[in-house]
């Protein structure tokens, strides 16, 4: 069975940082395609970065200078780190992982994490 389990989130105020996790059991990792998604309320989710299976990045431009993403391939492990963090950054923040049946490509079909809250405050 597969799981992705984000930790990291929380409340910060404006300026402040957090680092996501998103730890992976039971699908491939490295070579496939991963990265984070937020959703704020009443809004669509919306990609914020993404890493595919050989290395390229994809990113939201509302978070470039700020955010950066990596991971590690030992310990099945994605994480975001967000700096110089803005109000407009508070959403529930989620991890995907692309299938293998999918070529380890991101796409509709992927698997998802539970999310975890980041909110930031002025």
């Known amino acids: 069975q597969v799981h992705l389990v984000e930790s990291g989130g929380g409340s910060v105020q404006a300026g402040g940082s957090l680092r996501l996790s998103c730890e992976v059991s039971?699908?491939?990792?490295?070579?496939?395609?991963k990265g984070w998604w937020r959703q704020r309320p009443g809004e669509e989710r919306e990609l914020v970065y993404t890493?595919?299976?050989?290395?390229?990045?994809t990113y939201s431009p509302s978070v470039k200078g700020r955010f950066t993403i990596s991971e590690d391939n030992e310990r099945n492990t994605l994480y975001l780190q967000m700096n110089n963090l803005k109000t407009e950054d508070t959403a529930i923040y989620y991890c995907?992982?692309?299938?293998?049946?999918?070529?380890?490509?991101?796409?509709?079909?992927?698997?998802w994490g539970q999310g975890t809250q980041v909110t930031v405050s002025s």
């Open positions: 039971g699908a491939a990792f490295s070579n496939c395609g």
């Open positions: 995907a992982l692309a299938k293998r049946e999918w070529s380890c490509r991101l796409g509709r079909d992927n698997y």
């Open positions: 890493i595919s299976g050989l290395g390229g990045i």
